[in-house]
């Protein structure tokens, strides 16, 4: 779930205006665009940073950890009775007849699959915070960014991931990251489901 992929195709003809702008048109002015197309003014953000850097991120990021150590620690004590069964049962093995030892084998492997499954669950559950803490920050971002387009002038908006070379005074992730602290310091993560067709992990 990209905004490099979407403007990955424009990046090119972005990248030439600005790579040539100091060289081969230093001579000769650009030639003006073709009536009613207006001229390209384009600035960059890094969402990455923006994550990392804003308070709102800074606060997902605690409360995520905050939450896989809380899922951690009540998952600990079956992980130990667990191992401790799984021991007793190796010791058990030379004396049990086929029958039972397949029969014990297959509980423990059956009680082992459950355990992982709760892990996965509460991953998952903290994966589906996430991705709703996230939205609500994209949901904060989006008058910021148009309203910064609007005071530089822009029309263009490109992710830094999309740019291969680029002047660092298109890039206004700082000030949108100023910004987003005044609108949005903070949201709560709340362990939610993953919506269906969404896998953990991503």
């Known amino acids: 779930m990209t905004t490099a992929s979407r403007f990955a195709a424009c990046a090119a003809a972005a990248l030439l205006a600005v790579s040539f702008s100091q060289a081969a048109l230093a001579a000769q002015p650009p030639a003006p665009p073709p009536q009613g197309v207006p001229q390209p003014k384009i ?14 991120g800074q606060s997902i990021m605690k409360q995520v950890q905050a939450l896989t150590v809380a899922a951690e620690n009540g998952l600990k004590a079956r992980d130990a009775a667990l191992r401790a069964e799984g021991a007793q049962l190796q010791q058990q093995l030379a004396i ?43 949901q904060a971002l989006g008058p910021i960014l148009q309203k910064i387009m609007q005071e530089r002038g822009a029309n263009l908006l490109f992710e830094k991931a999309a740019i291969v070379v680029g002047a660092p005074q298109f890039d206004i992730t700082p000030l949108v990251i100023q910004r987003l602290n005044q609108a949005l310091p903070t949201v709560q993560v709340k362990p939610t489901p993953l919506p269906p067709g969404v896998q ?3």
Request: hydrophobic share 50%; aromatic share 2%.
């Open 43 to 56: 600035l960059v953000i890094d969402r990455a940073a923006i994550l990392r850097g804003s308070a709102v």
């Open 96 to 138: 049990l007849a086929p029958a039972v030892k397949q029969a014990k084998i297959k509980a423990f492997e059956a009680k082992q699959q459950a355990l992982q499954l709760e892990v996965q669950k509460q991953q998952g559950l903290i994966q589906g915070g996430v991705l709703v803490a996230r939205q609500q920050i994209e």
């Open 200 to 202: 953990g992990g991503q």
